[in-house]
């Protein structure tokens, strides 16, 4: 399986620009996803094919990559964004990154 | 409106079965592949299963091959999976999805809660 590699948290102000990567242990093309879960929520899928935002997600979101190293950014942050954040790549049978929680400073 | 909405969570006994639902609406069904996606309490998200639009094709991770079966039934808008032989690692929220390979897993249902315990 491909194994993908997320930091587990991270700490931000709003206002503030914040970047969370992801690594494959494969290449993965542009088969990368990106989701937001929120506490007691189910997760909502913001950016796929690594850089496509979904249908109603604002343009703070953004992602950019290919192969093995993709990246997702938030900027401006806002409170309302403070959440875990997950990968997942659909090259093969898929598989998640670990999360990466996002906490405020 | 797209929504997914599970149904057939609940306690069970290591080694006995479940069967979840997961009823669609707001999109032509039939022409969407499906999956089961789950997450144990606290952890992350781990794919399960997926279907193709049809139902000729079913894929499943290694750890419930054998034991999961999914399905579906196209006239009635519905996604299954019957869970057999469960362990207490199966304990977990379990998530209908939406699945494409290049648009993701686009839709959620709210998820139905397993718990495998004696």
């Known amino acids: 399986d491909t194994v993908l590699t997320q930091s587990p948290a991270l700490a931000v102000s709003p206002g503030e620009r914040v970047t969370i990567s992801c690594r494959a242990s494969?290449?993965?093309?542009?088969?990368m996803h990106w989701y937001q879960q929120k506490p007691g929520q189910q997760p909502k899928l913001l950016i796929y094919k690594a850089s496509n935002l979904a249908s109603g997600v604002p343009a703070r979101f953004s992602g950019s990559g290919s192969g093995t190293d993709f990246t997702f950014t938030i900027d401006p942050v806002e409170a309302d964004d403070i959440a875990t954040y997950y990968c997942h790549q659909s090259w093969n049978s898929p598989t998640f990154g670990g999360g990466t929680k996002l906490e405020l400073k | 409106e797209v929504q997914l909405v599970e149904s057939g969570g609940g306690l069970v006994q290591p080694g006995r079965s479940l069967k979840l639902s997961c009823a669609a609406s707001?999109?032509?069904?039939?022409?969407?592949?499906m999956a089961w996606v789950r997450q144990a309490p606290t952890k992350g998200l781990e794919w399960v299963a997926s279907?193709?639009?049809?139902?000729?094709?079913?894929y499943y991770r290694d750890s419930v091959k054998g034991r999961f079966t999914i399905s579906r039934d196209n006239a009635k808008s519905t996604l299954y999976l019957q869970m057999d032989s469960l362990r207490s690692e199966d304990t977990a929220t379990y998530y209908c999805t939406t699945d494409d390979q290049v648009r993701g897993f686009a839709y959620w249902g709210q998820g139905t809660l397993v718990t495998v315990s004696s």
């Open positions: 279907i193709t639009n049809s139902g000729g094709s079913t």
């Open positions: 707001g999109f032509t069904f039939s022409n969407y592949y």
């Open positions: 494969e290449s993965v093309s542009t088969l």
